[in-house]
């Protein structure tokens, strides 16, 4: 009975056609149901939205943060969204847990915004700043330790120093139905297609087409998934 009500409950709220593992013990199932729960509670106390908050999870500037339904946002997260467009995220994606998305890095000068899509899943640990703006297209899922990065300092007058001569932004675009290893780093002006997959531990810079597999430092084709 426990099990039929879970599964009720996650297609209801998820809106596609879950199940569970056989092995899954009805005791475990309650637990997480309650810690779920909580959250729920705490996402719609915090936020005023249908979402799950975890525990100690940071929000600045509330109004400029647009979530969609069924949003996790893992505990002691750190969400910033004072910017121009703040953030998005759209519905049943999630957070990891320990993860840092700050729209701007200074209030000198306000970032552009972070907009994550639907049915996207980023593992812990992840760092995501939107100084340039960042795009994750439906459906992509990201693993641990992701990092992005869509700003780079000035360099070229060598008698000014480094942290005064300012900063260039283009923004970062990652498509569709991608599949994101864990600590990958994405640097400002890159721009991934739908389909792609990218190794762990790559350094992604550069345009890259649909459906194509990158790996290394810098990232590079490695081949065609077609």
Not at 39 to 63: C, D, H, M, Q, T
Not at 80 to 106: A, D, H, K, M, P
Not at 126 to 152: C, K, L, Q, R, W
Request: proline content about 1%.
């Amino acid at each position: 009975m426990v099990k039929f009500f879970f599964i009720k409950i996650v297609r209801l709220l998820k809106n596609k056609d879950f199940q569970l593992d056989s092995n899954i013990k009805s005791s475990y199932l309650i637990h997480f149901s309650l810690s779920k729960l909580v959250e729920l509670l705490r996402g719609v106390i915090k936020l005023r939205r249908v979402s799950f908050l975890g525990a100690n999870v940071v929000v600045y500037s509330k109004g400029q943060l647009t979530l969609g339904k069924s949003v996790v946002i893992g505990a002691y997260s750190y969400i910033n969204c004072t910017g121009e467009n703040g953030i998005i995220i759209g519905s049943s994606s999630s957070i990891g847990r320990f993860s840092t998305l700050s729209v701007s890095g200074s209030i000198s000068d306000l970032g552009k915004g972070i907009t994550i899509g639907n049915n996207v899943g980023i593992g812990e640990f992840a760092h995501i700043g939107g100084a340039g703006g960042v795009e994750i297209g439906n459906d992509t899922i990201i693993g641990s330790n992701f990092s992005v990065h869509p700003e780079n300092h000035n360099i070229s007058d060598i008698d000014t120093i480094i942290r005064l001569q300012g900063v260039n932004r283009k923004g970062i675009v990652v498509g569709d139905n991608c599949w994101i290893g864990a600590k990958v780093t994405l640097l400002d002006g890159c721009r991934v297609g739908n389909g792609c997959v990218i190794a762990a531990g790559a350094v992604v810079r550069g345009d890259f087409p649909d459906n194509v597999i990158l790996g290394g430092v810098p990232a590079k084709v490695i081949k065609h998934r077609a």
